[in-house]
């Protein structure tokens, strides 16, 4: 590093997350970023599902405990050598707590707009204009499939411009890449390198998606 004092978030989620030179030495002395990931969309899409696939790698299949107000779990990952500490904000998605999750919008970094592939008033539910403004830089769309596949809709978000991948908490199909993409693209936001090229969120989710690519033109 260069040696410039400096002064490690001592919190997830503060905006602090690199030195103040233009070295990008903070993660060349293996400092870490941090960044707020919050997961919304309608209750019962799989947003708790998909934090614990995640967090724990196991499935909560059976009885549905449905989230009041929210959540938090943390995890640290790495990318390109740089530790990205991510706490995940994990959102009630029933009607009665919208005001309290649309209050934490303006401290997120990052959302995983999550709908259900068998239920399209949750795809609607996602849209840009369903949520408050200005909305956090880095957006994945997730369709989590959570219904039989013979009814799966094949809904296209890609025409809203927010890079697309269809997920499963059951099976765990492209969990590991929603989170790791936004750690990868707040990485780039916060320390990137001189002659680095810019990362492009929506070509690395086309580049590193799985699936039966249904839902893909
Ligand atoms: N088949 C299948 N079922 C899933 C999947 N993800 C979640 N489920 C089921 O869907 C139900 C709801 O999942 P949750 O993760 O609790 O939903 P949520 O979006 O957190 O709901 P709220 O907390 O009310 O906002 C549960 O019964 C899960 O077992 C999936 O990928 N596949």
Not at 108 to 117: E, G, K, P, R, T
Request: hydrophobic content about 40%.
């Amino acid at each position: 590093g260069c040696g410039t004092p400096w002064a490690a978030p001592a919190l997830f989620g503060s905006a602090k997350t690199s030195c103040t030179c233009s070295q990008g030495c903070c993660c060349l002395s293996g400092l870490s970023c941090t960044g707020v990931v919050m997961l919304v969309g309608d209750s019962g899409v799989g947003k708790t599902c998909l934090l614990v696939r995640f967090k724990d790698g196991a499935f909560l299949a059976g009885s549905f405990i449905s989230t009041v107000g929210i959540d938090f779990r943390n995890k640290v990952l790495t990318v390109d050598g740089v530790k990205v500490k991510l706490q995940i904000w994990d959102t009630a998605g029933q009607e009665r707590f919208r005001s309290v999750t649309h209050a934490y919008y303006r401290d997120a970094h990052a959302l995983l707009l999550l709908y259900d592939v068998t239920n399209k008033a949750s795809f609607d539910n996602i849209q840009v204009q369903q949520h408050p403004q200005p909305l956090p830089l880095s957006l994945i769309a997730c369709g989590n499939a959570i219904g039989a596949i013979l009814t799966l809709l094949c809904l296209i978000p890609q025409e809203y411009g927010v890079p697309f991948m269809e997920t499963s908490a059951k099976n765990g199909l492209n969990v590991e890449l929603a989170f790791t993409a936004i750690a990868k693209e707040l990485k780039h936001r916060s320390m990137k390198l001189p002659n680095e090229p810019k990362f492009k969120l929506h070509d690395y989710v086309k580049k590193e998606v799985r699936g039966s690519g249904c839902c893909r033109s």
